[in-house]
């Protein structure tokens, strides 16, 4: 689906081409009297097109990307191709492709071993960044879930930035979790601490130790939550699920999105509060969604395999 997506995306580029010629429409109406769905991808694409504002609006979500793009913003005006590309860029997650060293589609990497020797496992959904020096080892997480088993250098502090803070690796094994800034204060973070210890940097230069067996959450602002006993026998999410604990249904269905590309949408600020409890198999979210709501007398609809809404 991808393939056919990219190839529809770039015929769609042509078609906006100033040299487009009748030759290239003949070419392409063979490609779309070729199959069914190819018709189908184009629809797509053009409907992309016609968000292309909203689209590139949601550039100023990437910080990194924002000071270098006041020229795109006045290329806009040029016409239609370059309005698309950017619709596509965004549809193609083209900011995270730039900014991250690593990403993650809809299921959880295998271990993978950094230049250090230490062990990074991405959740799915999730995307990091490193910058390694002879100093210090950082990785900034720029989405989703990340575990860590840090290889022990003394020299060369190994350090994992989310949601402004950062944790520092006392010779551990922990987990990050950034959620998704929908969910309030600007996005927050989790770390849960498997093996030894982690400091915690939280973003108004509070510092906190959680040792093996808690976790802790903070957020943007500064806001620093208490530490909690968790269950160090292993993560939910390496196990293919995830264990809520009197958490909001936006959080829940934020962590359950990352696994799969049916997009799930809330209606309602307080459905999006109610507070819910449970274990959910992330190997089939949209399931899980539908048992989630009919258990909790929850309405919901859905288009396909391309949309499941939420309500009442």
């Known amino acids: 689906m991808k393939a056919l997506n990219a190839e529809a995306a770039d015929w769609l580029l042509r078609m906006q081409a100033p040299d487009f010629s009748a030759q290239d429409r003949q070419t392409l109406d063979a490609w779309l ?6 018709a189908a991808a184009l629809a797509r694409a053009q409907a992309v097109l016609q968000l292309a504002p909203q689209a590139f609006a949601a550039l100023e979500d990437v910080p990194t990307l924002s000071a ?3 020229r795109l913003r006045a290329w806009l005006p040029m016409g239609a191709a ?9 549809l193609f997650d083209g900011p995270m492709r730039l900014l991250a060293d690593l990403r993650s589609g809809t299921e ?3 271990a993978v071993t950094l230049a250090d020797g230490s062990l990074l496992q991405l959740n799915a959904g999730s995307a990091v960044a490193f910058t390694f020096s002879a100093k210090q080892r950082v990785v900034r997480l720029l989405r989703g879930e990340a575990y860590f088993t840090v290889t022990k250098d003394p020299a060369r502090p190994f350090i994992v930035e989310a949601a ?5 690796a006392l010779g551990t094994e922990f987990d990050v979790r950034l959620s998704d800034p929908a969910e309030g ?3 927050a973070a989790e770390v849960k601490v498997l093996v030894h210890a982690v400091r915690v940097e939280t973003p108004n230069d509070t510092q906190v130790i959680v040792r093996a067996g808690e976790s802790l959450r903070f957020d943007k602002n500064g806001t620093i939550g208490e530490t909690r006993r968790i269950d160090i026998n292993g993560l939910d999410w390496r196990s293919g699920k995830i264990v809520i604990e009197d958490e909001s249904l936006a959080s829940v269905v934020e962590r359950l999105q990352r696994h799969t590309n049916t997009r799930i949408v809330i209606l309602g600020d307080d459905l999006k509060a109610r507070r819910i409890g449970g274990t959910f198999d992330t190997r089939d979210p949209v399931a899980a969604i539908e048992l989630l709501c009919r258990s909790l007398g929850i309405e919901y609809s859905g288009i396909g395999s391309l949309l499941v809404v939420l309500h009442g």
């Open 33 to 38: 009297a070729g199959d069914e769905r190819h």
């Open 68 to 70: 270098k793009m006041p």
């Open 82 to 90: 370059v309005a698309a590309s950017l619709a596509l860029f965004l």
């Open 108 to 110: 959880a990497l295998p």
């Open 164 to 168: 402004g803070g950062a944790a520092t």
């Open 185 to 187: 204060a600007g996005g």
